[in-house]
Structures are given as structure tokens and as C-alpha cells.
């Protein structure tokens, strides 16, 4: 009879904080124009029962989530394939948030990656590229963090197609936004969801708290809820900061 040994290699990980990039869940809180709000319904109480739960209703992409490639590309990896080797990841983090305050609609570009890679080195394959806009200040004013204008078109920033190419080329693991969208709020035809999934990468929407996240050095656990053929599913984002 023969055994197969498998030996994994320790990962050692010092954290001095743990930081919560997660927006609350809760009646009121932003939801994708068309979609549907979220709703807590109360199925048991103390009084009746002895305890208590609720019915939650809510879409798929419901506050801080991932898009899986099989969200925008037939026969990619839906929510449940995402390996787990990606879901604990180094992060990087680019801030634009100057940029956003002289244009709400700006998008990252090929020349703001190079200029971060010029002062904190080539992003890491296997990474998480994180966006820092600073957008998610209005996210407890849903239609400041929309920002519609009369004809119902969406304002914020995002990446752009370029870029997303380039991260592609870094081959990160996926990217991450603090807006409602990692396509800026204009957008139609949302070339940077084809891009990134179309290559088989996840991306985090509606992120929180990245202005205590450093540039590097920081890992990201991704604790995605496991949804059978899901495109897209609530996420709790932990930041682990050496």
C-alpha cells in the first residue's frame, strides 16, 4: 500500500491590526439603480418563540462584493471556483483621491500605475490591486454616493481600460474599488468588468475604511459567501497590516 504525503508550506503572517474594509449591511444603504433594496424581516421573536431570526432579502450584489468572471463572461468561474489561494492576498493600494476632487468622473490610468510602481516597485503578481478614491465617505448618503444627475446618470470614478489591461499583464489576483462600481459611473458598456473577468479575475466593489490600509506590505482575506454557480455575492473584506 502506498501513502502520498503532502507538505504545505507555512504561511507566517505578523499583524499588528486587523482592518475591516466592509460597509454594514442595512435597510436604506445603497443599491445598483434597477436593482432591488435590501430587507431584514423578522421570521421569530423572543416573545413568541423564545428567539429570534430574520429573512433577509436582497440581490446578489448587495453592499461590499465580489463579481466573479462569470458574471460578464459565459464559462468562467462562478463564485464557488474562485481558488482559495486568491481569496488571502497581498494587497497594493493606489490613491487618487486628489485627482477625484478636481473630477468625480476620473478614471485611473495606465500613467498613475507606473507612477506607483516608480515609487513602491512592479505590483506583485497574485496581488489585490486596491483603488482608493475616497468615495466611500458618501456611502451612508445613498444618492450623494450615486450621484445621479437629471438624466439619471451615474457620477463616480473607477479604473479604466487601460489600466485594467495593465493589471491583467501584472497578473493580479483581482482588483477593488470603494465605489459602487470598479467601471466609472458613466459607463455603459463597462469595458473594465470585461476586461478583468474576461480574464478570469474577481473584483471587490463598494469597499470601506482604505485610507488605514498602507500602499503595500498589507494582506487582504476575502471571506466571500460560497454561492453554487453565484456571479456575484455579499463579502466580509479583513485587512491583515504587519
Known amino acids: 500500500m502506498h501513502k502520498s504525503l503532502v ?41 413568541r418563540e423564545g428567539y429570534q431570526f430574520y429573512r433577509y432579502e436582497m440581490d446578489e450584489n448587495t453592499g461590499t462584493h465580489i463579481d466573479a468572471p462569470a458574471h ?19 494587497t497594493v493600494v493606489m490613491d487618487i483621491k486628489e485627482k477625484v476632487r478636481e473630477d468625480r468622473d476620473y478614471r485611473l490610468s495606465i500613467f498613475d500605475v507606473y507612477a506607483w510602481e516608480e515609487r ?45 489591461e495593465l493589471l491583467v499583464q501584472r497578473e493580479v489576483a483581482g482588483i477593488g474599488i470603494d465605489t459602487p462600481s470598479v467601471d466609472y459611473g458613466a459607463s455603459v458598456d463597462f469595458p473594465v468588468h470585461r476586461v478583468m473577468l474576461g480574464a478570469n479575475r474577481y473584483q471587490i466593489e ?22 453554487r454557480n453565484g456571479v456575484e455575492a455579499p463579502a466580509r473584506i479583513l485587512a491583515l497590516v504587519p
Not at 14 to 29: A, S
Not at 72 to 90: A, H, M, T, Y
Open 120 to 164: 513602491y516597485g512592479q505590483i506583485p503578481p497574485q496581488s489585490l490591486a486596491i483603488l482608493n478614491t475616497g468615495w466611500c465617505k458618501y456611502f451612508s448618503e445613498p444618492d450623494r454616493y450615486l450621484s445621479r444627475d437629471e438624466k439619471g446618470i451615474m457620477h463616480f470614478p473607477g479604473f479604466s481600460r487601460d489600466s485594467a
Open 206 to 227: 463598494n469597499l470601506a475604511n482604505l485610507d488605514t490600509l498602507p500602499a503595500t506590505g498589507a494582506c487582504v482575506f476575502v471571506g466571500v459567501l460560497k454561492v
Open 7 to 47: 507538505q504545505l508550506n507555512p504561511i507566517q503572517i505578523t499583524v499588528k491590526r486587523i482592518i475591516d474594509l466592509t460597509h454594514p449591511i442595512y435597510e436604506g444603504m445603497p443599491y445598483w439603480p434597477k436593482g432591488a433594496p435590501f430587507h431584514m424581516i423578522q421570521r421569530a421573536d423572543y416573545a
Open 72 to 90: 460578464f463572461s459565459l464559462g468562467k468561474r462562478s463564485i464557488d471556483e474562485i481558488p482559495c489561494d486568491q481569496l488571502l492576498v497581498p
